[in-house]
């Protein structure tokens, strides 16, 4: 029997314009164009609704990649484990497969229905989009095989996993195992309503398990509910069924979590209430989490003589072991404080900043403060003193050559 290449060659024979070795050229540079095809998933960009068409047609279900262009395991998805060829062929073979850039086109659509929590994210939907299965983070060849056989599992898929659950809403095992698997791929706020079902089961006696504690840590996020202030009055009896570090940890996530959509979108008053409970933890890492979002909310609603109030009150406390906080709450007073009293305190904090770590950027905040309270001797001499080190260093410097070109100035920042 002859070969493909064989053949072709044959044939190329009877055209005088062509000689074998062209032909042999045309057949490898095919045969290449086909085995690079066989080696890289055939993702679908024509959108949602063209998909799920494909996968009803097709009868095959969907597998979606979510990503970011500035998510650096993103890339290396797409040029690594994409290109696998093993990876390829069991994608091909298995899904509907098709991508999209969470910032373009349908990429806000994907991120509101689908509740997605980190990148790079892979989505496994239904014909009728369904989500069947998500994980999300990088991944090696091996390792995303497996995990994407798990999607293939009926019983391994959520549709499954939420039916058992809500036929049977005391299960603890079937709780967890529906949480676990949401955790994979979903916002905390998704996992929350399921826990909450399974908890208010529970009298206060029974929440004190270790099987409980499972379920509170992977599916709890509001601070308000009642499994999470059974927690706090029990951290002792907590940490005997966990550990310390875990109770302590979970606490601390949960303060971090919970007050960002209201500082993102400047809700006040909601970040207040959630704040007032958060206040009543008493750990420094939990206080020094309030201190940051407080310092945010003032910045995002430009309140500056709250700013200054909180900086004034909690920096030494919160902050003195930080140097980068410390050189932008001094950046914060160089560009909105001009009272001189809360400038110097400013000095202060950027002087203890370049104490923990000299850079040219901190220098040249605290030379700004010095020109800003009037000190143009030491605005002049540090940001010499900048631009001699900074520029044998190869650094553009012209932060500094313009200070001391202003230091006759000391009302200009």
Known sequence: MYSFQSIFIMNCSYFSGFSIKICRLIVLLFLTAIGSAQNAIHFDSSGYQSVLQRSKSEHKPIFYFLYADWCPHCTKMKNEVFNDSVVAHFMNDNFICAWQNIEKGEGLFFKQKFHIAAFPCFLFLEQNGTVLYNFNGEFQPTAFISETKTALNPEKQLPYLEKQFYQEPTSAEKCLIFLVTLKKG?????????????????????????????????????MASRPFQFVLRHQKEFAAVASAKRVQKKIVNIVSELPQPYTENLDTINYQKKRSIAQTIGLQKTDSLIFRYDLLVAERTKNWSTYKIITSQSVEKHAFKDAQVLKEIAQQYVLHVNDVTSLKLAVKWAERALELNETYDTEIVLAKLFQKTNDSISASALSLKAKIKYSALGFNTQEADDLLKGANNPHKP
Do not use: C, F, H
Not at 194 to 202: D, N, V
């Open 186 to 222: 979903s916002e905390r706020t998704v996992l929350n309503p399921i826990a909450q079902k399974y908890l208010a089961t529970q009298s206060e006696e029974q929440l004190l398990s270790e099987m409980n504690w499972k379920i509170i840590a992977n599916g709890v996020s509001d």
